[in-house]
Each structure stands twice: as structure tokens, then as C-alpha cells.
């Protein structure tokens, strides 16, 4: 989308500039208005700013001092101005200014988080909103850490477990392709000479090799293509659902990914509650802080049932993601004191299932990435020698 420049006044009458994004000048005259800005000038800007990204442990630290500030009720601007001094990441350091910048021009935080909110996960200033909203930001910020610690983690894993198995499918990759590219073709002709009846495991290596280049461009043009859908689906609410549903039932990985989602989301029901929220905006709140659009749309219904009389336990049994026991515990629990400690148990209930799918990732994934490269393995050296069987079986038995 293109980026639009505007001069303006703030409703307390001091001067502000600066930049945003919008579909078109209208859009961007509405975005202002309901940012409160009195316009006096707005025209598209000839080139869109180029803004810091932050990687994953500058935004965990970041979203930890913020939650620090927030707590200790230190104004945010001068907060993270004197945070910014004593930073040795320059990257870090830009963006923070950046975001100091707009604050003191009296953009709230969730919008001038918005602004710059490229290479941060995705709906980003929203948790920060709603963390605003349901007036614990603090306690949201530190509930994404401890997701995005865990997401890190099982990142980490992956690739730990994965590097090694990688390296020697790479270098199995190269010795097929030598093997289907530069042996087998001559050995079309000698099989052919003999006459004898191949196994069709052979007969197969020989197609494969017959039509390998095509096989890689039409594998490797595949590859690309779903790597771009699925990039692509990032920048729409219904594309980032399908994207969640799909990791979601990926055995081991959807365990982690849905344990945790529902861990931060009983953290923020929690706290919520406890700070004297209705349990309809509540459970609205606590979903869109965790960013999670089949979360938002199972707290939306459950939310809008509750508010037409009906019971939470019997709103739940129809959720994809909360679980009907949430609704039990609301069920159950008595008073204003006793839910907030309900859910919070149930939290860490699913923190430590989240825990459990963590390592068991750890335990599982080795080896049945070894197991599968050891089929591939085995299924070309099969190929290979299974036609000098053959072909020795065939010349004793002629002579």
C-alpha cells in the first residue's frame, strides 16, 4: 500500500507530523480523523520509509522493558528514550526513536506500532491494544514473550534436529541426481541386451531417470509456488486462518502451537477478569492478544451467547480452540475471586502441555527424519543392485 505524509494538529493543540499507510487518500484522511489529528496537509509521500526490523530477541526485550515501564507507570516516551541510550543494538535502537518520535506527537501506541510494524508478527499492535484495553498491558506483553520464547524454542529444535538430516538428504540429493543423470542411461541399453526381465523397482529408477530433468524443474517450480502461497497468506485475515489451521493439525507441532495458544489465552482471561472486565469483553480481548484468528472468532461466538443469557459451559461445546473445560471452570467457580484463579490453574495446565509437546518434539522428530532418509536411501540402492541380481541369475542360468 502506498504511504501518505500529513501535517496536522493534535486535540491539544500541538503541531505533528508524519507518515502512514493507506489504500488511497481517503483512507488516509479517515485513518487521521480517527486518530483525532485536525489535517492541514496530506499528500502521498514520493517514498515509503524504510523502517527497522527487529529480530525475535530484540522484540522479547523490548516488549519486557515496555512491560516494565507500563508497571512501574513511567511515561513510555521518556521511558524508552533513556531505554534507547544505553542500547548497543543500532537496529533496535532506530526503531524505539522512531517509536519515541511518535508518541510525543501524541499517536497512541498501538498505532505508532502500526506504523512500523514490518517484520514483527503479525497483528502485533493489536495484542498491544488490547493489552491497553483491558488496562494489564504489562501482563500481555509478558504473556506474547513466553509464547514467542516457546515459538523460538521449537524453532530452534527443529532446525537443530533437522540440520543434520538436511545435510545428508542435500548430499543424497546430489549423488541421486549423478546417479539418474550420468549411470543409469548407459545401463538402459546393457539391460535391454540381456533381455532379461527387470524389477519393477528398476523400472522405475529408469523412468524417473528418463524424465528427471523435468521431474526437478516441475518439483522445484512446485516448491516455490507453495512457499509463495504460502507467504501470501499472511496479508489477509481468512489467508492467516487457513495458515493457522493448517499448522494446527500438523501432528507434534499443532500439539505445541494449539497447548500454548490457549495457555496465553487463559493467562489473559485471567487477568482480564481479574481487573473487573465482564467476561463477554473479556474473552474478546483476551483472544485478539493473542493474535490468533480462530481464537477471535470462537471468543466472538462464545462472547455474543453469553450476552443473549446463554450458559458459558453450553457456549464453549461448539468452540474449535477453548476448550469445554474453560467452560466448566466458569461454570463452577463462584465470584469474581475464584474465576481469575480458576483460569489461571488451567493456564498452567496448558503451559506445561505445551512443555510436553516441546519435548517430545525433541524425542520424536530425530528419528523419524532419519527413518525417512533412510528409506529414500535404501529404495536407490535397491535399485541398483537388484538388476546385477537379476542379470547374474540370468547369465548363470544361460550357461
Request: glycine content about 8%.
Amino acid at each position: 500500500m502506498p504511504w501518505f505524509e500529513y501535517e496536522g494538529v493534535t486535540p491539544g493543540g500541538t503541531a505533528i507530523t508524519g507518515r502512514l499507510e493507506a489504500t488511497d487518500h481517503e483512507q488516509a484522511a479517515r485513518d487521521l480523523a480517527l486518530m483525532q489529528i485536525q489535517v492541514n496537509e496530506l499528500h502521498k509521500a514520493a517514498k515509503p520509509p524504510t523502517p527497522s526490523r527487529l529480530t525475535a530477541d530484540d522484540l522479547i526485550f523490548f516488549n519486557d522493558q515496555l512491560a516494565s515501564l507500563a508497571q512501574a507507570g513511567i511515561a513510555l516516551d521518556e521511558g524508552l528514550a533513556q531505554l534507547a541510550r544505553d542500547l548497543e543494538s543500532s537496529s533496535l535502537k532506530r526503531w524505539i526513536l522512531g517509536l519515541v518520535e511518535d508518541l510525543r506527537r501524541g499517536i497512541p501506541l498501538d498505532q505508532a506500532i502500526t506504523a512500523r510494524e514490518q517484520g514483527l508478527p503479525i497483528l502485533y499492535s493489536r495484542v498491544i491494544r488490547a493489552g491497553v484495553e483491558s488496562g494489564d498491558l504489562p501482563a500481555t506483553l509478558l504473556n506474547l514473550n513466553q509464547h514467542l520464547r516457546l515459538a523460538g524454542e521449537a524453532r530452534q529444535v527443529f532446525w537443530e534436529l533437522a540440520s543434520y538430516p538436511m545435510l545428508v538428504a542435500a548430499l543424497a540429493l546430489t549423488l541421486v541426481s549423478a546417479f539418474f543423470l550420468l549411470l543409469v542411461p548407459p545401463f538402459v541399453d546393457i539391460f535391454r541386451d540381456f533381455g532379461a526381465q527387470l524389477p519393477a523397482i528398476t523400472m522405475l529408477l529408469l523412468n524417473i531417470a528418463e524424465h528427471y530433468p523435468a521431474i526437478m524443474i516441475v518439483a522445484g517450480a512446485v516448491l516455490v509456488l507453495i512457499v509463495l502461497l504460502w507467504r501470501s497468506l499472511r496479508f489477509s485475515r481468512g489467508g492467516r486462518i487457513v495458515r493457522e489451521r493448517i499448522l494446527l493439525g500438523l501432528p507434534l507441532v499443532g500439539s505445541l502451537m494449539r497447548s500454548s495458544l490457549i495457555a496465553r489465552f487463559m493467562r489473559m482471561v485471567s487477568n482480564a477478569v481479574g481487573t473487573g472486565l465482564p467476561l463477554p469483553e473479556a474473552l474478546r480481548l483476551s483472544a485478539e492478544a493473542t493474535g490468533s484468528g480462530l481464537l477471535m472468532r470462537d471468543a466472538d461466538r462464545v462472547a455474543a451467547e453469553v450476552e443473549r443469557g446463554e450458559s458459558v459451559f453450553v457456549a464453549v461445546q461448539s468452540a474449535r480452540l477453548i476448550p469445554p473445560l474453560f467452560g466448566f471452570a466458569v461454570q463452577v467457580a463462584t465470584g469474581r475471586e475464584a474465576l481469575p484463579a480458576a483460569v489461571a490453574q488451567m493456564a498452567r495446565a496448558y503451559d506445561n502441555r505445551a512443555n510436553h509437546a516441546l519435548a517430545m518434539i525433541r524425542v520424536v522428530l530425530f528419528p523419524i527424519l532419519i527413518l525417512c532418509l533412510g528409506i529414500l536411501l535404501f529404495f536407490c540402492v535397491a535399485g541398483m543392485f537388484l538388476p546385477l541380481v537379476t542379470l547374474i541369475n540370468s547369465v548363470s542360468g544361460g550357461g
